[in-house]
């Protein structure tokens, strides 16, 4: 694999994702590549599991759906995180993916709390969701794909010019290797960007675009995709120390995800 430039281009299996900066040397994901990638997903954000595919947890105000876990909001509900859903279900319509019907006519999430999720959590329509999730995966992960071919223009654009020129340039490094895409997509999905306003305590945000700008040195290959894992790992425990409330008993198992980072897929 090679990262030339700023610009890029991504062939996931048939699918080619061209982003708007320039041209670059492709990276390629081949289709037992993506699958891999898919998998290590699955298994941070569900423990691999079926019903994982479909959670909602304690405290919070929306439902966490698929590989990825992404974000539906029931209506009226809105919080700090970028509501990812709906867009994964416009993604997968326009590669032609099958999604069940009721789905495409159902904006907000259908289960307006947590208690109503879990007393439905055996109903027919969600066990027809997990078994659409399930048989998926590839393509859910090229949405994810997408999202961080999405996420480098804005990310350049949310910094200054002396931060860009570093946080271009750690992206190149972290992509050289399948394991640093990996890590890289693993961790926009896992906790956003890193551009938005309210995804930050005390000024300080936790997303892609941090753990960039805080990797040490001029790595290359795959010790870039373990330096990149190092840096979430700091990012995520300053996140911690700036938190409203105790987020302590997360970051172990936020810290052994980054660990991933950098390991042959």
Known sequence: MRFVGLAWVLVFGCNV????????????????????????IW???????????????????????????????PAGQE?????????????????????????????????????RFEAEFQSQRMRELRKFLEDTVEPQTGFIVQRLQEALPKMSASVSLGERRRLQRNFEAVAQTGSGVYALIDYVNFKGEGIKKEERYRGQGWGLAQVLLEMEGSPEGNAAAVEFGRAATRVLARRVKHAPRDESAWLPGWSNRCATYGKPL
Do not use: M
């Open 17 to 40: 994702l061209v982003s708007s900066l320039a041209v670059a040397a492709p990276i390629s994901l081949k289709p037992g590549e993506a699958r891999a990638i898919g998998r290590k």
């Open 43 to 73: 298994q941070n954000e569900c423990a691999g599991t079926v019903e994982g595919l479909t959670s909602w947890n304690q405290g919070e105000s929306f439902a966490s759906l698929g590989i990825g876990h992404f974000i539906w909001y």
């Open 79 to 115: 919080g700090p995180f970028e509501e990812s859903w709906p867009k994964l279900i416009v993604f997968l319509q326009t590669r032609g993916v099958p999604v069940p019907g009721w789905l495409l006519t159902t904006r907000d999430c259908p289960w307006p709390d947590r208690q």
